[in-house]
């Protein structure tokens, strides 16, 4: 099983002085590891039992903390020689204690003790229920760098709760390699206290599959997705990172800051006196499809399907127009970046984050919105209440939520998920060799398609002129319009185009919505199973790439290969 | 060889009322038809022997006039069937008059009586040397619809002379078919004299080498190509549509109109006393790489090597400048699009033309340039002297050369070019039923790279560490940079990140420039031949597609499928 966690994980930093170095969050905020069921598993359940829907995955949010010291001590140290992954597993199988447990004959400590322990010169400990432990060895030489751990003396309970994926077996008898002493009881049930930080988050529609529960992460079925053009907000997908703030519109404003703009708080009501805009824009996890990478080798992240993906109306200010009118001036200001934070906070009250390049920001054709309304009516809880940013034509990510700051910059946001996620790489490289501060963090997204009509595996009708139908939707980033869908039976011998039926007429440069696709495609009489392909050509005349053998990249993003889906023929 | 020739040619029209109909010019003007030799028969030969570098290829320009008729003729016309395409060549080489002499006992005509030979109602005359042809059967039945001739009526000499793919015995002896009359011997050695329409283009460089010479079109080696960021002007490639037009400066201007502008007229002086800007742009022929494409299946155009393209300083007038001087307002004005139109004209009198949407036009981060200076000095004549478009980040077919007019329209261009020529297709699309009203016209173009160094079939050296060096460029259109280019020595098992080592620092949607690569990639002991690919990401992410098979289109445009180079190694 090791190998499904790798040891190396995503971290985001915090300038800690008390460190003599930066301390990190050590985790993958985006998204839970799905190793025992997949996107078609999910699907498949849901459409057997519509009850079931809201089926309990494994939960939890990516490879974190421990699965990176589990992953690396074993595999890395040179004083343990490990080699094999099932002899790894015997050994942690081996552990009989209970993990964070008393054990006796070790030394107690306070939590007052633990917390002096959080540098390099005094060792890094971390506690447990009632386990103290020594991390340090692995902090020293962890292969990501200054990947130092958001929880160094404090307890591991808070991270816990956020990151669900850390309660298994195998990760707490790991822990307990690192014992060193016993936390006094009292402390260690204050500790165990906290309470479940998605408590508060909202009910949700049953159109919704999740591909996790804590964060929220779910999508539609396809079938469903592309009933309207505009997607309904109750099914329009979810991807949180965070659980859901809860916002007092009383307290609530939107801080403003930078270089050559005067530092502005607005409240919501202050920005719905401003001009209102409405566009239509397609809004995309960069994560989309990712089921489907996965079937080549596995990746890291949420296993989604085809409709990690949704058009809908959205209304607000232009971010152009407000940073005009604090004064920002394009030809004399510095600032390369708009960075956006969000109210969705980490244990450590680190914000979610994300940003865009200012040209995007202050193009009044770029269309970036700060968003108070979604399909007409107040934006939900799940999609950013009260505010959010929509960035047409750029990356889910970055059309941050629940919308707490801006920030002018010449940096790109430092959040974690702007410089340690949402990067493409070359296929050949590992988590150990990624160069993440030398990727592009993904704005503008490429040219996609899936076909939602039939589905993998369906028992297909074949029409009276020997054709099957099928539809879909394809999308561009950066406003450039899907000007052509082909689809084939026969692995491209013969590509029928499909008949664009609904779509915008908004010109290149600023076609932010989807096109919603149909195509009669023709079967030969003798065959009983076919695969369907689609492919989308976008106004740059750039085509998907072929297959995901060479876009594969660690992350599991950009999944925009053909979409491939086999199908039985039923005559 | 019928198959070669396909019986649908690409048309542009004139109103003529005579006719009662429009009036259509019937060819490709976008490029030769190389029946025999291919890009790299070429490039070996310009390899073999430097003084033979101009070879004379399979001079001419297009499918056009009379082979579109030899190939609907007999493979259309009920009254012929003809079996097979051997059967046709035979009876074509059958014929063993000299085309174009005299035959007793036909009657003689004078140009007077041919030129009413030009409607429908009095049949469709044409002339060639001392024969007189009737063409009407083919013209009232011509699968392109309304595409007459331009030449009815009048002779066919001129035509020829722009079109030097005619003189060919197929051609000439087909045209026989259709013979009726002769014509006055003093009348047709008077159409016989008319001069070489390409006797004033310049003389050019033999880095050059001619893919065609009449128009001229020519590429230089990979190899050299790469030898600098900003290619020298000797030897940036040359793609001409028609004759260079001989510019008599104090004749000189450029007419601008359109609807909420002040028609203004601009000579090169006035031009130069407008502010200069100067920027350094990548400017790619569409057909680029077509030689590969036309191995999956053969293509209409130029079979261009991987060097129609090149980077260069451009200096002139912002065009977004100059419209907002003479009046015009983006939030007023109704145009869509701008037409520019060239100097260079076809037998009719008509310029070629292109344009470009007005949103690229009037935007001054969109860097389009009248450019009157390419890499500090003035323009050549072969690059467009005085006066040419650079439209940054579009394919090269809209930045027109010895600009002549502007003007501003909802309508695209109306040029052949930008109606006829210049779009993809799906790969099942034929000449026949390509909707070219409906395909979108080639303006910014997708994500491409090129292996320069080594070519196809090389003879290489394996360093020390195993591995080969390997170098070349990669581009995209609409500004957006390179952030990757991946090569593989083996099929995609390991791809191999190449070093960007001359790249441009401009931001995202207005970098302009390419970028050259340099990678060194392992190779297996054992093998003596390797196929290297390689591959280029933009920052939209989009990547190039696998192959050629599912790209591949009539017109052989936008071949920017990965690149493949077989080489053998030595050690």
């Known amino acids: 099983m090791l190998k499904r966690f790798p040891g190396r994980v995503g971290i985001w930093c915090l300038k800690r002085p008390e460190l003599r170095r930066t ?47 589990y992953g690396y001590r074993y595999l890395k140290d040179d004083r343990r020689q490990v080699s094999s992954t099932e002899e790894l597993d015997e050994e942690v199988a081996s552990y009989s204690g209970k993990p964070g447990g008393r054990i006796d004959g070790l030394p107690t400590y306070k ?84 309470h479940d930080p998605y408590h508060a988050d909202p009910s949700r529609d049953p159109e919704l599959v999740p591909s996790n529960k804590k964060p929220f992460n779910a999508e539609p079925l396809p079938e469903r997705l592309i009933e309207n053009y505009i997607t309904p907000t109750e099914y329009f997908y ?11 519109l009383s307290n609530y404003a939107i801080e403003i800051e930078g270089p050559g703009i005067k530092s502005t708080s607005l409240t919501l009501e202050e920005l719905k006196k401003m001009p209102k805009h409405t566009i239509t824009a397609t809004v995309m996890c960069a994560g989309n499809r990712r089921s489907e990478m996965s079937q080549v080798k596995e990746v890291k992240g949420l296993y989604w399907g085809p409709s ?33 934070e969000g109210l969705d906070l980490t244990p450590e009250s680190n914000p979610y984050g994300g940003s865009i390049p200012i040209e995007k920001a202050v193009d009044p054709k770029g269309d970036v919105i700060l968003a108070y309304e979604m399909n007409g009516k107040p934006l939900t809880r799940d999609h ?33 998920w702007q410089r340690r996620d949402y990067k493409g790489f070359s296929p050949n490289v590992t988590a150990e060799t990624a160069k993440w501060d030398e990727a592009a963090a993904i704005e503008e997204l490429p040219v996609i398609s899936a076909i939602c009509v039939p589905s993998k595996h369906d028992h ?59 195509v009669k495609v023709p079967v030969t009489a003798s065959q009983n199973q076919v695969e369907l392909w689609a492919k989308a050509v976008d106004s740059s005349y750039n085509v998907q790439p072929e297959s995901f ?9 950009l999944n925009n290969a053909y979409h491939r889906v086999p199908i039985n023929l039923v005559r």
């Open 384 to 416: 950013g209440y009260p505010v959010r940013v929509i960035a047409p034509g750029i990356v889910g990510a970055r059309c941050v939520k629940w919308l707490n700051r801006i920030v002018l910059s010449k940096e790109e946001s430092p959040a974690f």
């Open 460 to 518: 297909v009708h074949v029409n009276d002129d020997s054709t099957v139908t099928v539809r879909g939707y394809a999308w561009s980033g950066g406003g450039r319009p899907i000007i052509r869908v082909d689809v084939t039976s026969d692995g491209g011998d013969r590509w029928v185009e499909a008949e664009l039926v609904e779509k915008s007429d908004a010109r290149p440069g600023r076609h932010w919505s989807w096109t919603l696709w149909e």
């Open 23 to 69: 301390k990190c969050a050590l985790y993958s905020a985006s998204g839970a590891y799905l190793s025992d069921r997949s996107y078609h598993e999910r699907r498949e359940n849901s459409n057997e039992n519509f009850s079931k829907r809201r089926v309990v995955g494994v939960v939890g949010v990516g490879a974190s903390f421990l699965l990176g010291i």
């Open 238 to 248: 979810v991807r949180n990172h965070l659980p859901v703030p809860v916002v007092d």
């Open 308 to 340: 990690a993906i949704g058009n809908a109306t959205w209304s607000g200010v232009k971010l152009s127009e407000l940073l005009e009118k604090i004064g920002f001036d394009e030809s004399t200001n510095e600032a390369l970046h708009v960075q956006f």
């Open 549 to 557: 053998k060479h876009i594969w990249n660690i992350r599991g993003v």
């Open 111 to 194: 939590m007052a003790d633990v917390a002096k322990h959080s540098s390099a010169e005094k060792r890094l400990w971390v506690t447990y229920k009632e386990g103290v432990y020594d991390i340090t060895d692995f902090v020293d030489s962890h292969p990501g760098g200054d990947a130092i751990l958001m929880a160094v003396g404090s307890a591991l309970e808070p991270f816990w709760n956020l990151y669900a994926v850390h309660k298994t077996p195998q990760v707490t008898k790991l822990l307990e390699q690192y014992r060193i002493g016993n936390l006094d009881p009292a402390e260690a049930k204050e500790n165990a206290e906290g």
